[in-house]
């Protein structure tokens, strides 16, 4: 596995400290820079190397959501999960309109901040599990569609679709060669996350939020 370069942003400081000592205990991540707020790491970012940013949302000067849409448009390649106490919906409208891969929760055990990194580079989403049911009933509520299927994995819409169209686990896992039992470990994931019953359910959200376009 590469090496994963992060960058974290957060105005406190002891946080921000102890999150870079925890997270270089692991092998494959290096802490390569830390900025107090947007502004300090939108400036420093064109003289680093780095691949992830690890960053707040209310922060002074610039909050977490400018500093993404801002990042982003200069290098679309970096990866942003934003860590935050918040767990209002609307920052998780403007946390994905802004573009970010992921959402983790600062509440949340090192295990989960270390799934998020590890999901995010391998190119999925990873939001907080006791955020996401939530946020997804409230998109559904509002009808956003395209912010509901955001927040699936690809493999998961994947599944999703073919689960909409009638094929058994065996034959979900010989379509997308994977085993069957990861394909009900994804089953079960969109039961949970979509709150449905079966999967015939399943296949009615899907249909109601636009995902088998």
Avoid at 66 to 90: N, Q, W, Y
Avoid at 106 to 122: D, F, G, P, Q
């Amino acid at each position: 596995m590469d090496l994963i370069r992060i960058v974290l942003v957060d105005d406190h400081k002891l946080l921000l400290s102890s999150m870079k000592v925890m997270l270089e205990k692991e092998d494959f991540i290096e802490v390569v820079g830390k900025a107090y707020n947007g502004k300090d790491f939108l400036e420093m970012m064109d003289n680093i190397e780095f691949d992830m940013v690890l960053m707040d949302i209310d922060m002074p000067g610039m909050n977490g959501i400018e500093a993404a849409r801002g990042a982003l448009s200069r290098r679309p390649d970096i990866k942003i999960i934003t860590v935050s106490m918040f767990d209002d919906f609307d920052n998780y409208n403007q946390v994905i309109e802004a573009g970010v891969h992921g959402f983790v929760v600062k509440n949340a055990e090192i295990r989960e901040l270390l799934e998020a990194i590890y999901s995010v580079w391998r190119n999925e989403k990873y939001f907080s599990p006791q955020l996401l049911e939530n946020a997804i009933e409230y998109m559904s509520n509002r009808q956003d569609k395209s912010k509901v299927k955001y927040l699936l994995s690809k493999r998961e819409m994947q599944v999703l679709k073919l689960i909409s169209e009638g094929l058994s686990s065996n034959e979900i896992a010989a379509n997308l060669d994977i085993s069957p039992r990861t394909v009900e470990k994804h089953r079960d994931a969109l039961l949970k996350k979509t709150k449905s019953k079966n999967a015939v359910t399943l296949a009615v959200f899907a249909s109601k939020h636009g995902l088998l376009d």
